[in-house]
């Protein structure tokens, strides 16, 4: 089992930045595959960034924050993070994270094992 909490979360302004952390309990944290998502009121999850369990710890993105937005990950911490820069309104969502066994950087949601209970953005323009 493992547990995610999510937080970075807030209201900021369009071209600001946050960084959300997703903090993993467990001792197989370096074991999973993670993996950020988001849901706008009335809209279906959809996928923002992911990196894989593995050592290089390879990444992807969505198209629409490639260049913006970079997930990393300390397995020292048990935590993954999500910079988010240049944030415009249309990134307004909860954003969870999620974690999959041994994975790689699927932007799937069925993939995922495992789910934060979100953390909520807001950008104001």
């Known amino acids: 089992q493992v547990q995610l909490v999510e937080s970075g979360g807030g209201l900021v302004q369009a071209g600001g930045s946050l960084r959300l952390s997703c903090a993993a309990s467990?001792?197989?944290?370096?074991?999973?595959?993670m993996g950020w998502f988001r849901q706008a009121p009335g809209k279906e999850r959809e996928f923002v960034a992911a990196?894989?369990?593995?050592?290089?710890?390879?990444?992807n993105y969505a198209d629409s924050v490639k260049g913006r937005f970079t997930i990393s990950r300390d397995n020292t911490k048990n935590t993954v993070y999500l910079q988010m820069n240049s944030l415009n309104p249309e990134d307004t969502a909860v954003y969870y994270c999620a974690a999959q066994a041994y994975g790689g950087t699927s932007g799937l949601p069925s993939t995922y094992n495992y789910w934060g209970q979100g953390t909520q953005v807001t950008v104001s323009s």
């Open positions: 467990g001792r197989t944290f370096s074991s999973y595959a």
């Open positions: 990196i894989t369990w593995r050592s290089s710890g390879n990444t």
